[in-house]
């Protein structure tokens, strides 16, 4: 199976900040790899799929890129609706595993 | 509306079985594979398996293999994920998610808690 890592486990930032996730898968994933963004009480929601695409409806400051093995998401400019916690997923085979998540509060 | 309304809460005892649903709608149904995921409280998510709604083929996560199953109904575009021989470690929110481009999941249902407790 692969194994997804993701760093940091959590970070603390301000509005307006550029804050960078990144992800490592154990194999090659080529570009399937999605980055989800959870808040408390809710469901995940896809931000970035195939590495560096946005999903529609998605602003434009979250940035997905990356390949094989390293992939980073981006927020260019934290927005208070940003905090919240940033899953990376592989679905280049199965089972289709997550990273541990990376959470994102207030400094 | 393009949506995946699942069943709700569910209280199991250790040892029993769970089946719970997911209603599709706004979009064609036999079109997109359903995928399940959990996520047990304060935990990151695990992915169970999915289903084809068009052939009803399926695929499951290799820990899960001899316990889940996965069905669908095409007359009511809904989708079912049964797991037997709960135990507490099943403990966590259920979701179903639509798969997309990348085999993404671009469409989630609201998620269905199901607690087991003795």
């Known amino acids: 199976d692969i194994q997804m890592t993701q760093s940091p486990t959590s970070l603390s930032a301000s509005v307006g900040d550029r804050v960078t996730v990144t992800c490592r898968a154990s194999q090659n994933v080529h570009n399937y790899l999605n980055w989800y963004q959870q808040k408390p009480g809710e469901a995940p929601k896809l931000l970035i799929y195939?590495?560096?695409s946005l999903q529609g409806g998605v602003p434009s400051r979250f940035v997905g890129s990356g390949s094989g093995t390293d992939f980073t998401l981006t927020i260019t400019s934290l927005q208070p609706d940003d905090f919240a916690t940033y899953y990376c997923q592989q679905s280049y085979s199965t089972p289709q595993g997550f990273g541990p998540g990376t959470r994102v509060d207030v400094k | 509306q393009v949506q995946l309304v699942q069943s709700g809460a569910e209280m199991k005892r250790p040892g029993a079985s769970m089946k719970i649903s997911c209603k599709a709608s706004?979009?064609?149904?036999?079109?997109?594979?359903i995928q399940w995921v959990r996520q047990a409280p304060g935990h990151a998510l695990e992915w169970l398996g999915w289903i084809n709604p068009y052939s009803s083929s399926t695929v499951y996560g290799r820990e899960f293999q001899d316990r889940i199953t996965l069905s669908r109904d095409t007359s009511i575009n809904t989708v079912y994920l049964e797991l037997t021989g709960l135990t507490s470690d099943d403990t966590a929110f259920y979701y179903c998610?639509?798969?997309?481009?990348?085999?993404?999941?671009?469409?989630w249902g609201q998620g269905t808690l199901v607690t087991v407790s003795s």
């Open positions: 998610t639509r798969r997309g481009l990348s085999a993404s999941m671009d469409l």
């Open positions: 195939g590495a560096s």
């Open positions: 706004g979009y064609m149904f036999t079109g997109y594979y």
